[in-house]
């Protein structure tokens, strides 16, 4: 009489399971932090009329460690996150921008200038890392320049975003002038440096620990 072989799953079976879990693991880790600075408000520092962020951090080294799909689920919350902070206690011209119920009226440009550019962070630094590494041959020199580079690229997708969303009737030069030039000057100079040094020191050791077997 044949015995059934209830054991369907492979070794490799297992293995993807337990690497899946611990990357879930990890994406919860990554939003409750994100959670808890937003809720805190020690991730959002107001600087006269723009908003300086550290939510972004998490979401670079996510990207980093598990991957862009991983990565753009913990960007999509990062996204959330900072739409109902702007809805509930937006502090600056600006935050009124980032949420759908603001004086702009327009809920449907406001949803994508939070969501987009977040989706996309969680992306890029994944493959921008898988580039340089190829290119430097240095661990910590790829993570640093993939961190650096994946939040300038953030400032400069939700400037842009920003411009041709709510600003377009305007002059380029006056809305440069009033607003791009602040949040350039103390918003993108503060979130890169901050990403280049806290992701480079949380990111390194992280990948270790996620492809240990």
């Given at each position: 009489?044949?015995?059934?072989?209830f054991?369907?799953?492979?070794?490799?079976?297992?293995?993807?399971?337990?690497?899946?879990?611990?990357?879930?693991?990890?994406?919860?880790?990554?939003?409750?932090?994100?959670?808890v600075?937003?809720?805190?408000?020690?991730?959002?520092?107001?600087?006269?009329?723009?908003?300086?962020?550290?939510?972004?951090?998490?979401?670079?080294?996510?990207?980093?460690?598990?991957?862009?799909?991983?990565?753009?689920?913990?960007?999509?919350?990062?996204?959330?996150?900072?739409?109902?902070?702007?809805?509930?206690?937006?502090?600056?011209?600006?935050?009124?921008?980032?949420?759908?119920?603001g004086?702009?009226?327009?809920?449907?440009?406001?949803?994508?200038?939070?969501?987009?550019?977040?989706?996309?962070?969680?992306?890029?630094?994944?493959?921008?890392?898988?580039?340089?590494?190829?290119?430097?041959?240095?661990?910590?020199?790829?993570?640093?320049?993939?961190?650096?580079?994946?939040?300038?690229?953030?400032?400069?997708?939700?400037?842009?975003?920003?411009?041709?969303?709510?600003?377009?009737?305007?002059?380029?030069?006056?809305?440069?002038?009033?607003?791009?030039?602040a949040?350039?000057?103390?918003?993108?100079?503060?979130?890169?440096?901050?990403?280049?040094?806290?992701?480079?020191?949380?990111?390194?050791?992280?990948?270790?620990?996620?492809?240990?077997?």
């Open positions: 009489m044949k015995t059934r072989n054991d369907v799953f492979t070794s490799s079976d297992r293995v993807k399971a337990r690497d899946d879990i611990r990357s879930l693991v990890l994406v919860g880790v990554f939003i409750a932090i994100m959670a600075l937003t809720i805190t408000n020690v991730g959002i520092i107001t600087v006269n009329v723009v908003s300086i962020t550290i939510l972004h951090i998490p979401v670079i080294i996510a990207s980093l460690t598990l991957g862009p799909s991983y990565g753009g689920i913990t960007g999509l919350a990062f996204g959330i996150m900072s739409m109902l902070n702007a809805t509930f206690r937006g502090a600056t011209p600006a935050d009124l921008m980032f949420t759908p119920f004086p702009a009226n327009k809920p449907i440009q406001s949803i994508i200038l939070c969501i987009g550019p977040r989706i996309l962070l969680g992306i890029l630094p994944f493959f921008i890392y898988i580039g340089l590494k190829k290119l430097f041959k240095k661990e910590h020199l790829s993570v640093a320049v993939s961190a650096g580079l994946s939040s300038a690229l953030h400032t400069i997708m939700v400037l842009s975003l920003l411009y041709f969303l709510f600003f377009k009737d305007m002059s380029f030069a006056e809305v440069l002038k009033t607003v791009f030039l949040v350039i000057g103390i918003n993108g100079v503060v979130e890169m440096c901050a990403a280049i040094l806290l992701c480079t020191a949380i990111t390194i050791p992280l990948k270790r620990f996620v492809i240990k077997k």
